[in-house]
């Protein structure tokens, strides 16, 4: 069965600092992609940052970096110096089962970045 | 240009109302897909649309739920008979194109909630 597992439930980090928050997956695919979206208060999801799984180099896009361990089936976010508009709910996602198109989302991760 | 609208923003109803969501994608994105956010959780997928065909409907919960694109762009989601349980925030997502890796675009979601 698919999982995606966000063990952080809420994290904080002071303002121009470094957080990381982790995700783990299950998939019994091979070829796949794994993606962050952030949800702020105005609940509209925006995508972050994805990964494509047979690429070993990590996905980076300005200040949003991952650490991707496809033997662990692990796909941390790193944040480098927090802003406080990074303020948000953060889920991990993979795609849900072979063939399906659509998301299967983490629990997520409240982030506050502390001014 | 314009992203996913949906509306309306937000609807309060009576248990064993009827209610009809909307979602107007990104012009030009053939896949649809709707999800549905319970407080504390991550999106949970209930339907995808390549076109105006269902192509996965797997995730809709019961025969209460249905959804319809007839004409490949603007689709309603519609619930018959409304329950508590189905107090949540219902979110529609576009992409370009249909497959795993395209980017899935979201509008800010219709919170129901069933009185």
């Known amino acids: 069965a698919q999982t995606v597992t966000q063990s952080q439930p809420e994290m904080s980090v002071q303002e121009a600092e470094t957080v990381t928050l982790s995700c783990t997956y299950d998939t019994s695919e091979n070829n796949y992609y794994l993606f962050w979206y952030k949800q702020p208060p105005s609940r509209q999801m925006i995508l972050v940052i994805r990964?494509?799984?047979?690429?070993?180099q990590n996905a980076t896009e300005n200040r949003f970096s991952v650490n991707f361990q496809k033997a662990a089936k692990s796909f941390s976010l790193k944040i480098s110096d927090s802003q406080l508009g990074d303020t948000a709910m953060y889920f991990c996602?993979?795609?849900?089962?072979?063939?399906?198109?659509?998301?299967?989302f983490g629990t997520g991760t409240r982030l506050t970045v502390i001014p | 240009g314009a992203g996913v609208s949906q509306t309306p923003s937000n609807k309060v109803t009576e248990k064993g109302k009827y209610v009809e969501l909307r979602c107007d994608p990104i012009s030009g994105h053939t896949a649809l897909y709707w999800y549905r956010q319970s407080l504390g959780q991550g999106p949970e997928f209930l339907i995808y649309?390549?076109?105006?065909?269902?192509?996965?409907d797997s995730g809709l919960p019961n025969d209460r739920f249905f959804a319809v694109r007839p004409e490949g762009s603007v689709s309603t989601l519609k619930i018959q008979r409304t329950e508590r349980g189905d107090s949540a925030v219902y979110l529609c997502a576009s992409s370009l194109i249909s497959g795993r890796v395209s980017e899935q675009f979201f509008g800010p979601g219709t919170r129901l909630t069933v009185l």
């Open positions: 990964q494509e799984a047979y690429k070993q």
């Open positions: 996602a993979c795609p849900a089962q072979t063939g399906a198109n659509n998301l299967f």
């Open positions: 649309f390549q076109g105006t065909g269902a192509a996965d």
